[in-house]
């Protein structure tokens, strides 16, 4: 279960690679950005997505040491949930113990 799990998120990643090299080849940054952020639902999406990496940052800040977390952090918001979703199969086999072990919340 736990391995077919980290291969989905690892293959999201990859799949969120390649669709990232193919609107930097097939549109212009800048432009569409600006497109999408001039709108009120693309305001209310970019908060929704910088949120999640916020949100994300939180999880990642208290699971690391202070060292590898802020590189993580940095580099989730400049790369995107790419960055979330490697994190996430990486330590995912710790986290399911880790959680396992608490059982469910009370």
Same mark, same amino acid.
């Given at each position: 279960?736990?391995?077919?799990?980290?291969?989905?998120?690892?293959?999201?990643?990859?799949?969120?690679?390649?669709?990232?090299?193919?609107?930097?080849?097939?549109?212009?940054?800048?432009?569409?950005?600006?497109?999408?952020?001039?709108?009120?639902?693309?305001?209310?999406?970019?908060?929704?997505?910088?949120?999640?990496?916020?949100?994300?940052?939180?999880?990642?800040?208290?699971?690391?040491?202070?060292?590898?977390?802020?590189?993580?952090?940095?580099?989730?918001? %400049?790369?995107?949930?790419?960055?979330?979703?490697?994190? %996430?199969?990486?330590?995912?086999?710790?986290?399911?113990?880790?959680?396992?072990?608490?059982?469910?919340?009370?």
């Amino acid at each position: 279960m736990i391995l077919l799990l980290r291969l989905a998120l690892v293959i999201a990643a990859a799949v969120l690679v390649a669709a990232i090299v193919w609107a930097f080849g097939a549109g212009h940054f800048l432009n569409e950005f600006g497109s999408v952020a001039a709108m009120p639902w693309g305001k209310v999406s970019l908060v929704d997505l910088y949120l999640g990496f916020a949100l994300f940052a939180v999880v990642i800040a208290l699971y690391e040491p202070l060292k590898l977390s802020i590189p993580l952090v940095i580099a989730m918001f %400049l790369l995107g949930n790419v960055i979330a979703a490697l994190w %996430l199969a990486w330590r995912l086999p710790r986290l399911w113990i880790a959680l396992r072990a608490r059982g469910p919340a009370s």
